[in-house]
């Protein structure tokens, strides 16, 4: 049961270059989140989906564009990458239950130049 | 619309000793979570414990206790026995439990550091 996992770990892109990040959930769970932590921050939500082929917007969700095709799958795609989105981004999914808890991936640490 | 407040952008705290982080939080949900997570410099966010609304008793898990007064909207994190490890940013954060999307709200951290 590895969780959540996120790929890549690290990324450096240029600007207007485009990525997509992955996030991945063994847990047959519901709910899928992408967030973004910025220094001395708290995380803002992007995007979520609350099934497979449904998404929503967050808090902050310009410049980024989600799918959601498969129930353990949830992309995140910047299509022209800005210095603004430099950022470590978090996924997380959720199950109801007795205490609620989103499970976190590692992170994806990215740098736009 | 959901708000988390942590007014303390960082605490020191002497080993062994208790300490107590701020949180106060605004929702409309009538019913909501409450929840403390640690992240340690490796960047992880850790779950440590959680309240919901409506619980009688105020959570404990080890170490960690949450003290809940709803009346005036705040869930505080006690650690007891504060141990150098413990020395993380940890974040608040909240979810309203009548709505669909079931995300978090978080607030902006309180920096912990642990002295020896």
């Known amino acids: 049961n590895a969780g959540v996992t996120q790929t890549p770990k690290f990324r450096v892109l240029k600007t207007g270059q485009s990525m997509t990040l992955l996030c991945a959930q063994d847990?047959?769970?519901?709910?899928m989140y992408w967030y973004r932590q910025d220094p001395g921050m708290g995380l803002r939500l992007i995007h979520y989906?609350?099934?497979?082929?449904?998404?929503a917007k967050g808090e902050v969700p310009d410049g980024y564009n989600v799918s959601r095709l498969k129930k353990q799958n949830f992309l995140l795609g910047l299509e022209s990458a800005a210095p603004s989105q430099t950022s470590v981004y978090f996924c997380a999914s959720f199950r109801d239950g007795p205490y609620n808890e989103q499970f976190f991936g590692p992170g994806t640490r990215l740098t736009v130049l | 619309a959901q708000k988390i407040t942590q007014t303390q952008p960082g605490m020191f705290v002497q080993e062994k000793e208790a300490v107590t982080l701020d949180c106060t939080y605004d929702?409309?949900?009538?019913?909501?979570?409450l929840f403390w997570y640690k992240q340690p410099s490796s960047g992880e966010m850790i779950f440590l414990i959680y309240q919901g609304s409506y619980d009688q008793q105020n959570a404990t898990e080890g170490r960690y206790s949450l003290n809940f007064q709803k009346a005036r909207k705040s869930a505080n994190l006690v650690i007891s026995a504060s141990q150098l490890g413990d020395s993380a940013m940890y974040f608040c954060a909240m979810r309203g439990l009548s709505g669909s999307a079931r995300q978090l709200t978080f607030g902006s951290g309180t920096q912990l550091t642990v002295l020896p």
């Open positions: 989906s609350v099934g497979e082929g449904t998404t």
């Open positions: 929702t409309s949900d009538p019913s909501y979570g």
């Open positions: 847990m047959n769970h519901e709910y």
